[in-house]
């Protein structure tokens, strides 16, 4: 999975509810955040267990 903040199309809207702002600081990545799928997994699962908050990317035009 690859999380390309640049591409979301609600960007600056959502960020502060996402689960990418809340794992990594500074909040604005200068690259695309990758994660395994094992990776992929236990974020989900801390997503569905309440102790983060969930993906909010809405990849737009420039996503890959």
């Given amino acids: ?3 390309d ?3 979301c199309e609600v960007r600056g809207k959502a960020c502060g509810d996402c689960v990418v702002s809340f794992l990594t ?3 604005r990545q200068p690259e695309p955040v990758h994660m ?4 992929a997994a236990a ?3 801390m997503v569905q267990g309440g102790l983060v908050p969930p993906l909010r990317l809405v990849p ?3 996503a890959s």
Wanted: aromatic share 0%; with cysteine.
């Fill in 60 to 62: 737009g035009e420039r």
């Fill in 43 to 45: 974020v989900d699962a």
């Fill in 1 to 3: 999975m690859i999380i």
């Fill in 25 to 27: 600081i500074p909040v």
């Fill in 36 to 39: 395994d799928d094992d990776q």
């Fill in 5 to 7: 903040c640049d591409s």
